[in-house]
């Protein structure tokens, strides 16, 4: 069936780089998407790549894409304090009617 | 940029009441989509809405019902609340059917008593 994976933890030092890692199973060719959210709030669109594209930057963040071996990752420069948060990765199902979500990578960025 | 609009932000109700979520989307965005995401879970797909006609279906319970109405919001209806149905409710939205991105409002989270 349809699942996406992704590490449930990740703990870094202020100015270090996050590599933060996502396979998924079954795709529709659309975009494939990294979302962020902190405690208590919404899901924010962080950024997305669409399935034809092996890389997209924008600013500090970083997305590859290997469509091969159905691999997203999703890499955070100089992460802050602030980059605290749970990002999820998700994958438009089979049909391509809903996205399927991993279950959230806990990033936790020390001073 | 306008964004996806939901109300209300925080509801509260007891076992076997019922409530409505309200869902606005981006303007000209057509196609509304309902996730519901339980305590330290990960969002799991309800229903969408495509130019006003159910597109698909998840794991939305039988107690749930929804519509998207023809200025393109869309309303959960919820009746016999669990205690199981306190979680967070995001509804989102996009142009197309599933070709475009998905844009989430900040949900409704709804508590059960």
């Known amino acids: 069936g349809e699942d996406v994976e992704q590490s449930l933890f990740l703990s870094v030092r202020e100015g270090d780089s996050s590599v933060i890692n996502c396979t998924y199973t079954?795709?529709?060719?659309?975009?494939l998407y990294w979302y962020k959210q902190e405690p208590g709030a919404g899901l924010q669109l962080l950024t997305y790549?669409?399935?034809?594209?092996d890389m997209k930057q924008d600013q500090r963040l970083t997305v590859l894409l290997n469509k091969k071996d159905k691999h997203l990752s999703l890499r955070i420069a100089d992460t802050q304090t602030g980059d605290s948060a749970i990002y999820f990765c998700?994958?438009?199902?089979?049909?391509?009617?809903?996205?399927?979500f991993g279950k959230g990578t806990t990033l936790s960025v020390s001073s | 940029a306008a964004g996806v609009i939901q109300s209300p932000r925080h509801l509260i109700k007891e076992k076997r009441e019922t409530a409505t979520l309200k869902c606005y989307p981006i303007?000209?965005?057509?196609?509304v989509y309902w996730y519901q995401q339980g305590p330290g879970q990960d969002p799991q797909f309800l229903i969408s809405?495509?130019?006003?006609?159910?597109?698909d279906k998840g794991s939305i319970p039988d107690r749930f019902s929804a519509q998207q109405f023809s200025d393109y919001h869309s309303e959960l209806n919820m009746s016999s609340l669990e205690l199981g149905d306190s979680a967070l409710y995001f509804c989102?939205?996009?142009?197309?059917?599933?070709?475009?991105?998905?844009?989430f409002g900040d949900g409704t989270r709804l508590s059960i008593l």
């Open positions: 989102a939205s996009s142009t197309g059917q599933w070709t475009q991105p998905q844009h």
């Open positions: 079954d795709s529709s060719s659309t975009y």
């Open positions: 790549i669409f399935s034809n594209m």
């Open positions: 998700a994958a438009p199902n089979q049909a391509g009617t809903a996205l399927i």
């Open positions: 303007p000209r965005h057509d196609t």
């Open positions: 809405f495509y130019e006003k006609m159910q597109s």
